[in-house]
């Protein structure tokens, strides 16, 4: 693992173990891998790849992961069972996030019939034999936020005892308070003199803050997950943490922030699980602005209206055109395609964007450049000229579109199938434009705009 200045909080990743736990999410040994690449670009110290005895895949990943030649250090999770440690060390990880389960309820369920007493006997046992099979151990209390300190103290101390290389407080179901946080944190990092570490969930929506709360008592590590991944509610998102801990704390991390947009984009892609648009950092409307007051503030000083600039996470401003539109932004909009309007011209492009987005429609960017040309007069040469488009479908036949398109003033007609009607018509398309190049389907989104049987509804789709 990489050197940093000991003022640096770790940062563990759990994307591809936590992570890939969010209901209907299932990596490839290759997915995992580029993810994994990513994030070692992005800068985290320890990437947690998976648990190698889950399955035959996860164990792949993680020695796929071990071999790449990444600079973080390749973890595995594991339970206090040999078993789950050879499978780890096989893969060669080099660490594990070994848990054990602390309070009440989860050494009864997990363990009928034993005691506290017992459980630290057994995570003595599992730390010393990972530490014989070379690697280095990250000890952790399950469900560590509804247990009896003095419990976890003890546990603690057994595993330190035993050569555990860092301690981790786990909040496994989002109970804890940003105050209990730091003030527990603050408790054990005097007793203990190994790096602890918090590991929070966000059933309340408090692991973000509960995550930041626990640096501020002493963590020396978090984890956390890109876009807040993970089982029920999520775990705390990397992305948001971080920024938070530098900007309004001063902490610094290893994290290249400028990645930081780039790998959440990667997850969403493989993950498949869609950002909301008003996500902090990353959603598409973090840095999006429509009202005419605040974007004619953010054109002269983008801190008007901004805690931070795009740029810091690798992204670009947007200024959306709709009915609260202001002249400035349309300028904006306008300098950036290239034309010029009289103040005429500008009352009527403001006018019709307006009327638009009264009827309750989204403004596209098509929109807005087609509006703008028609009031200028200019006339823009259609490449690209869709002529037809028929698709047949029903409970007994295969989805299938036909398309005529005049490409370049050549007309080319192609047929396809698909899954579906959509993927049908855009299977369609691609085979009529694969000689000039390949396409794919960046998003597909349907708003209604009316409601009933007979709405009206708005449909985009970005290839």
Known sequence: MKARPDSRPL????????????PGVSLSVEQKLMIAEALDKLGVDIIEAGTAIASEGDFEAIKEISNAGL???????????????DAAAD???????????SSPIHISTKFPGKSGDDVIEMSVEAVEYAKERGLTVEFGAEDASRADLDFIKRLFSAAVDAKADRLTFADTVGVLTPERSESIMKELCKEFNVP??????????????NTVYAIRGGAKEFHATINGLGERAGNAALEEVVMTLEVLYGIETNVNKQNIYNTSKLVEKLTGVALPLNKPIVGENAFTHESGIHTSAILRNSSAYEP??????GRKRSLVLGKHAGRASVEAVMKELGYKATKEQMKEILKRI??????????TDADVRTIIETVLQIKREKKVVLEDLSI??????MPTASVKLKINGREIIEAAVGLGPVDAAINAIKKAVKEFGDIELVSYRVDA???????LVDVIVQL
């Open 449 to 455: 705009i009316t409601g009933g049987t007979d709405a």
């Open 11 to 22: 940062v563990l990743d759990t994307t591809l173990r936590d992570g890939e736990q969010t």
């Open 71 to 85: 600079k973080a250090e390749i973890c595995s999770f594991a339970r206090i069972k040999k078993i789950d440690i």
């Open 196 to 209: 602890i570490a918090i590991h929070c969930h966000d059933d309340f929506g408090l692991a973000n803050i």
């Open 91 to 101: 893969a060669n990880a080099d660490s594990i996030f070994m848990v054990a389960p």
């Open 308 to 313: 931070i600039t795009p740029e810091m996470v």
């Open 392 to 397: 047949v479908s029903g409970m007994k036949i």
């Open 354 to 363: 307006k009327e638009i987005g009264d009827k309750g429609k989204r403004v």
